[in-house]
């Protein structure tokens, strides 16, 4: 696939969230039913955000958070399923990588279900020893939890 026409973006206004939920929709099992609200949160919070657009398509994207110094975490790395396998993804997370809010970073993690081998040809490793997660469920604001006592 000749993918010298694509271009990576880096700028948050040029996140579409329609075109994103839709791209999440046929290539992210993890994030088919993200809501246009949460995704809006989600990448007004995160920096970098790069996009990958084959014209007026956006074809992939992925995001980071970080402290700028110690650690990072990159999220959400997806591309079209017609365009995978032609070194986008690689590409996308070089891309990410080299920002300068993620370039300095002691540490950067990344988390995937079946992808292990693609990210450890790009340089990951496995890390068993700070495999947590607590599954955190959103705390009632006061103000509702008043009107549910009311009733």
Request: hydrophobic share 40%; net charge neutral.
């Amino acid at each position: 696939m000749d993918c010298r026409h694509i271009q990576f973006c880096d700028q948050r206004s040029q996140v579409n969230l329609l075109q994103l939920q839709e791209l999440f929709q046929v290539a992210a099992f993890w994030a088919r039913d993200r809501r246009l609200e949460d995704l809006e949160v989600a990448i007004a919070n995160s920096d970098p955000i790069i996009t990958v657009w084959d014209k007026a398509r956006m074809i992939g994207f992925a995001r980071a958070t970080s402290d700028g110094i110690y650690r990072a975490t990159i999220w959400d790395v997806v591309i079209h399923p017609d365009y995978q396998g032609a070194g986008l993804g690689r590409k996308l997370v070089q891309t990410v990588l080299s920002h300068p809010k993620i370039n300095r970073v002691e540490r950067v993690y990344l988390m995937t279900t079946h992808q292990q081998a693609f990210y450890e040809r790009i340089g990951f490793e496995c890390n068993s020893s700070t495999t947590l997660v607590l599954v955190n469920t959103p705390i009632e604001s006061p103000r509702s939890a008043l009107a549910a006592e009311a009733t």
